[in-house]
């Protein structure tokens, strides 16, 4: 997400920071780039004008031309600004104080409702609270059922009636009393999407609506639509009305016009984003960080709480103390990565690590990629017990046969050998203090 728009800022922003002096004229060179960038992003014109006006009176303010580095003092104010017209601070989701905390989940077809009514509910629950879904679809034949999956898939219940008399707010209202009765914390309500706002869907919505008075509606917009998903938002909000925004497809977005464009327009935040179709490619929604990821800062925060819920407080201790002794093996190689793949894309976790969001054009993102990673598991789990333990027994005809086994050329095996080298070297390094602090920090041990 945001590829484009960070590519460009990261390279107009960074010339900025290598000059020393500037003038008026440098900066206001960058910020023409800056804005063109952001349109081309298909920001909204209007949102992008205040934007570039709000930095430059910041900048004239700050009577930076007399300092020495004045480029790290424009782009924090253009970090400052991205993050407030990405809504300042995160927005969570708001907590009733009788269960079940109802959370209507509305929008046109296709957006990603269903998908996410049960990203919601495992994201909810993975905070220890209680989750109920509830099927209020029964326009889409299958819509049901495909809820249904989703629950059993991830254990989390689901009401649904399927007599034929059945309609949506009537199922709303019996999942609410049986939440009551169960003392369930969360209620997620997915209903039903049409082509377009009509008449029918906005009927529809509104008796679930009056019916069941839900803590939160909250809109699910696809964010490859871009300028569309901002202009049915404002639609939505002003014939329903709803409390939050959650934008889907953020992971197919490489411009990023919807979300940049959101806050501003539909005056509501973002609360949540889909960055893929599997369950758990759903994060809260932080400005602050967002802000950081576009100027190719990275985003570390969400790095290390995605390693957390990767990593037992034992597994991290356990690498840490293998680190420092210099035990790290093969085996432990390829835990890391069933690790790093359970925390997601490898491009969506490049772009978290600071720097590393093809900073200028300097790191050939296609070296790093799921399909390497797989051909490196494929070596390893070629190898024997013995040669992930100690790969310096791997001679010519172990070469060889580990190519042959893993579908690769010795070439590779070596390659892989070579670079695992390295890595013990740079391990070493993280023998001590300072880096032994950071690992814990990532990794949650003491
Ligand atoms: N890449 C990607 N795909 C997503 C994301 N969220 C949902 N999808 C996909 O979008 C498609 C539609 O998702 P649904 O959840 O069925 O959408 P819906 O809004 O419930 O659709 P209707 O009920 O027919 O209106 C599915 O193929 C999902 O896997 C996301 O964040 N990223
Ligand atoms: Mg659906």
Do not use: W
Not at 145 to 155: A, F, I, M
Not at 291 to 310: N, P, Y
């Amino acid at each position: 997400m945001f590829e484009s728009l960070s590519e460009k800022l990261t390279s107009v922003l960074g010339n900025l920071s290598k000059k020393g002096k500037l003038t008026e004229q440098d900066v206001d060179n960058a910020l023409r780039q800056v804005r063109l960038s952001m349109l081309e992003a298909d920001v909204d014109y209007k949102v992008t004008r205040e934007f570039i006006s709000r930095v430059k009176e910041q900048v004239m303010g700050a009577k930076l031309f007399a300092s020495l580095s004045p480029g790290q003092t424009v782009i924090k104010f253009v970090r400052e600004e991205f993050s407030q017209i990405l809504g300042g601070t995160k927005s969570d989701i708001c907590r009733s104080d009788k269960s079940p905390t109802i959370i209507m989940v509305i929008g046109l077809q296709g957006t990603g409702k269903t998908t996410t009514t049960s990203k919601l509910a495992l994201h909810l629950r993975s905070q220890n609270n209680s989750v109920m879904m509830a099927a209020c679809d029964l326009q889409r034949p299958g819509a049901v059922e495909q809820l249904d999956q989703l629950g059993k898939q991830s254990n989390i219940p689901v009401y649904k009636e399927t007599a034929k008399t059945a309609t949506p707010y009537k199922v709303a209202i019996e999942a609410k009393k049986f939440a009551q009765k169960e003392n369930i914390q969360y209620l997620i309500v997915d209903t039903a999407g049409r082509l377009s706002i009509n008449e029918q869907l906005m009927q529809e919505l509104k008796q679930i609506k009056d019916a069941i008075k839900p803590d939160e509606i909250l809109l699910v917009l696809d964010a490859m639509t871009g300028q569309d998903a901002v202009r049915s938002g404002t639609m939505f909000n002003d014939t329903i009305g709803m409390t939050g925004i959650i934008l889907t497809k953020m992971d197919g977005d490489a411009r990023g016009g919807a979300a940049l464009s959101m806050k501003n327009a539909v005056g509501l935040p973002i609360k949540f984003i889909g960055i893929g179709e599997k369950p758990d490619q759903f994060e809260p929604f932080y400005p602050e960080r967002i802000a950081s990821r576009i100027l190719g800062m990275g985003d570390v925060e969400t790095l290390i709480e995605k390693a957390k819920l990767q990593y037992t407080q034992k597994e991290a201790l356990n690498l840490e103390t293998k680190i420092k002794r210099n035990q790290f093996t093969m085996n432990d190689l390829l835990a890391q990565f069933t690790n790093f793949k359970r925390m997601g894309s490898t491009s969506e976790l490049i772009g978290m690590i600071p720097g590393l969001n093809s900073a200028a054009g300097k790191i050939n993102l296609g070296d790093i990629n799921d399909d390497k990673i797989k051909y490196v598991e494929a070596i390893i789990l070629s190898m024997t017990a013995k040669e992930r333990e100690n790969p310096l027994i791997i001679n010519g005809s172990r070469r060889n046969r580990i190519a042959k086994g893993s579908g690769t050329s010795s070439a590779e095996v070596n390659q892989l050998l070579n670079q695992f080298k390295q890595m013990q070297k740079l391990m070493k390094r993280f023998s001590n203090q300072r880096s032994r602090n950071s690992l814990s920090k990532i990794f949650g041990g003491n």
